[in-house]
């Protein structure tokens, strides 16, 4: 079925990095989206990968995507209290129109 | 540069009540979305059109109509509100095709009392 999953919460003090993960549901051709959501604000694009790439990496941010066990994950590297978000990774099939979105992760950076 | 514009920001409405929430994008894009967001549920998609002309529903369709007006605007209707239709609405739009990303509107507080 269509599932698109993440954990609820992440806490990591201020200079660490953020590992946030996501599992989906499996497809030949599909591309995985992430995006922040501010308070009050709408979803604002961080980055994407398409199904057929191993890795991306954009300034501070890394995604990884492990096909054999449907895994994605959003690294942010030297985490600042700005980061402080809902996180959100979706999901679009080749040939549809849909995008399933995860219920978001809320991480939090300590000073 | 607006992007996609939502009004209004917040509205209260009394049970049974009915309300338009208005949609627009300037981006020329071809597909739009209108979700709901609730705590701990993400985004669940209401009803989508892909181009203009055409309206298909998402995963909770039910007690919401839509219209899209035209390329730029898309619409959606509380026809009879209930409290369970307390939420974030959001709008999106994309250029189309999966290869694109949405972009999002500012959203819609709504509360029914």
């Known amino acids: 079925g269509e599932d698109v999953e993440q954990s609820l919460f992440l806490s990591v003090r201020e200079g660490d990095s953020s590992v946030i993960n996501c599992t989906y549901t499996d497809s030949s051709s599909t591309y995985l989206y992430w995006y922040k959501q501010e308070p009050g604000a709408g979803l604002q694009l961080l980055t994407y990968i398409f199904s057929n790439m191993d890795m991306k990496q954009d300034q501070r941010l890394t995604v990884l995507l492990n096909k054999k066990d449907k895994h994605l994950s959003l690294r942010i590297a030297d985490t600042q209290t700005g980061d402080s978000a809902i996180y959100f990774c979706a999901e679009v099939y080749e040939g549809t129109y849909k995008y399933i979105f995860g219920t978001g992760t809320r991480l939090k950076v300590l000073a | 540069n607006a992007g996609v514009t939502q009004t209004p920001k917040f509205q209260v409405l009394k049970t049974g009540q009915s309300m338009t929430l208005q949609c627009a994008q300037d981006?020329?894009?071809?597909?739009m979305y209108w979700y709901r967001q609730d705590p701990g549920m993400g985004l669940r998609l209401i009803y989508y059109s892909a181009s203009e002309g055409t309206t298909d529903k998402g995963e909770v369709p039910n007690g919401y109509n839509v219209s899209r007006l035209n390329k730029r605007e898309f619409s959606l209707r509380l026809e009879s509100a209930a409290p369970s239709q307390t939420s974030v609405y959001f709008c999106a739009s994309t250029q189309g095709g999966f290869n694109q990303p949405q972009h999002f509107g500012d959203g819609t507080r709504l509360s029914i009392l």
């Open positions: 981006m020329n894009h071809n597909s």
